[in-house]
T-cell receptor, first 111, second 116 residues
Framework: RKEVEQDPGPFNVPEGATVAFNCTYS??????FFWYRQDCRKEPKLLMS???SGNEDGRFTAQLNRASQYISLLIRDSKLSDSATYLC????????????FGAGTRLAVHP | GAVVSQHPSWVICKSGTSVKIECRSL??????MFWYRQFPKQSLMLMAT?????????EQGVEKDKFLINHASLTLSTLTVTSAHPEDSSFYIC????????????FGDGTRLSIL
């Protein structure tokens, strides 16, 4: 079983749609959780950290369910510029150091 | 903000060549840097943790004699792919964060390595 699993997609949605990505992780002792965004042939960029209480940043909402070892990302009012691959990332020991990446979920937003 | 520079961004070379990739933290010091590899449509896989002034820590399955890491200063780590073969063709990317800051890792732009 992979340490971090994601639906690879692609998710093809129209502008303005709401889309949700899911992720599961295998190490129940994991401490830190993140969503990164990676554009084609580019480096990953931190989108947001994920906290147990859930957190929101503009159109993006992240949720964490430790009991189910499940992380989600919700994007509201999708923009063309949201088209990218979204990476679910876990750090078993906390902080930002040793990151375990999921394979990513590809999102394509069309006009 | 913190910037990590990686060089070169693209390398094409013949099988058997050794290729050196540099990772520099431009405006901060980093005692630890990380090297990842990403094959097409796959996740970034951590290859090794580069420690300034000491030996790198390699992940399971990564050959330390194949992928030589040197972290000679607080702002520079290098990854040398020795005697590269076509199966080593991949996207190599480094990351670092200001030491002791607790800040997120900043990634270099990556190096796309193609071995013919």
């Amino acid at each position: 079983r992979k340490e971090v699993e994601q639906d690879p997609g692609p998710f093809n949605v129209p502008e303005g749609a709401t889309v949700a990505f899911n992720c599961t992780y295998s190490n129940s002792a994991s401490q830190s959780f993140f969503w990164y965004r990676q554009d084609c042939r580019k480096e990953p960029k931190l989108l947001m950290s994920v906290y147990s209480s859930g957190n929101e940043d503009g159109r993006f909402t992240a949720q964490l369910n430790r009991a189910s070892q499940y992380i989600s990302l919700l994007i509201r009012d999708s923009k063309l510029s949201d088209s990218a691959t979204y990476l679910c990332v876990v750090n078993p020991s906390g902080g930002y150091n040793k990151l375990i990446f999921g394979a990513g979920t590809r999102l394509a937003v069309h006009p | 903000g913190a910037v990590v520079s990686q060089h070169p961004s693209w390398v094409i070379c013949k099988s058997g060549t050794s290729v050196k990739i540099e990772c520099r933290s431009l405006d901060f010091q980093a005692t630890t840097m990380f090297w990842y590899r990403q094959f097409p449509k796959q996740s970034l896989m951590l290859m090794a943790t580069s420690n300034e002034g000491s030996k790198a820590t390699y992940e399971q399955g990564v050959e330390k004699d194949k992928f030589l890491i040197n972290h000679a200063s607080l702002t520079l780590s290098t990854l040398t792919v020795t005697s590269a073969h076509p199966e080593d063709s991949s996207f190599y990317i480094c990351s670092a964060s200001p030491q002791g800051s607790g800040q997120p890792q900043h990634f270099g732009d990556g190096t796309r390595l193609s071995i013919l």
